[in-house]
């Protein structure tokens, strides 16, 4: 009875460890270079700059966090069911840093040849010495039957403007202003966006979106006109996406928000 109750506390103990780990790994993280991972309870969405990486299912062995495909295969009839793993040594985690260390060859080739990737929690990135003065964005696509074509205009005095050309009809010409709070939201959010550290992207993403965002701070601008953005950038482009729930807007006549400086 004694060896019965011991078997069951080790088992006990061993399943908490295990919901404990999950539960400190399921966050975003962001490296320092633009690496980004996120992990739920059902997939891992893993990226490096300039290097876009389909959601992986995963489980956890031990301190091996292996994320896997499965398919199968005109090669064998579609009759056998394929899998790939992609193995990543769990060196260190704690509630603010994660540190991953690529050990099979798939894994190498997701992180672009990195020894290892250190990671802190994405809520805790944050430009403390950032200063925005303006942002210009659009979203543009005419794939899979629909068009798309809204742009946004923002300034720091809190002004707020907005075109939606697309399938609106008719089309909305729209200006406002943030409240503080509102205000302050996209702030915090610009500031976590890593934007001095972004870059242009020549990857393509056929038959999707194409984005243009020009951003004035620190005295400096940068503009990115492309098919993808970071998942450093996920939160901000949400948040413009559904601007005109956030702002109280006027309707006005036409007018055109130039897209470049």
Do not use: C
């Not at 320092?32 to 700059?49: H, M, Q």
């Not at 956890?60 to 295969?73: A, E, N, V």
């Not at 509102?182 to 001095?196: G, L, P, Q, V």
Request: net charge positive; aromatic share 16%.
């Amino acid at each position: 009875m004694k060896k019965q109750f011991l078997l069951f506390i080790l088992i006990f103990s061993l399943f908490y460890q295990s919901k404990a780990q999950e539960n400190t790994l399921f966050k975003a993280w962001a490296g320092k270079n633009l690496e980004y991972i996120k992990i739920d309870s059902a997939r891992v969405y893993f990226e490096t700059a300039g290097n876009w990486q389909p959601g992986r299912r995963y489980y956890l062995i031990g301190d091996t966090l292996r994320l896997y495909d499965s398919y199968t295969s005109s090669g064998d009839d579609f009759s056998k069911e394929h899998v790939d793993n992609y193995d990543f040594l769990i060196r260190k985690k704690k509630t603010n840093k994660l540190i991953l260390i690529p050990l099979d060859s798939n894994a190498k080739y997701m992180a672009r040849g990195k020894r290892r990737l250190v990671y802190i929690d994405r809520k805790n990135v944050v430009d403390k010495d950032f200063v925005f003065k303006e942002l210009k964005f659009n979203v543009y696509s005419t794939s899979w039957n629909q068009f798309i074509n809204f742009s946004i205009f923002i300034d720091s005095a809190k002004n707020v403007m907005y075109t939606d050309r697309g399938k609106s009809s008719p089309r909305e010409y729209g200006t406002g202003k943030f409240d503080d709070d509102t205000y302050a939201e996209f702030i915090r959010i610009i500031k976590s966006s890593e934007i001095d550290k972004l870059q242009p992207d020549s990857q393509k993403v056929y038959d999707g979106e194409k984005y243009t965002l020009y951003i004035d701070y620190n005295q400096k601008s940068k503009q990115l006109e492309q098919d993808t953005l970071p998942p450093i950038t996920n939160e901000l482009i949400s948040f413009l996406r559904q601007i005109k729930k956030k702002v109280k807007f006027n309707q006005v006549a036409p007018f055109v928000i130039k897209l470049s400086p």
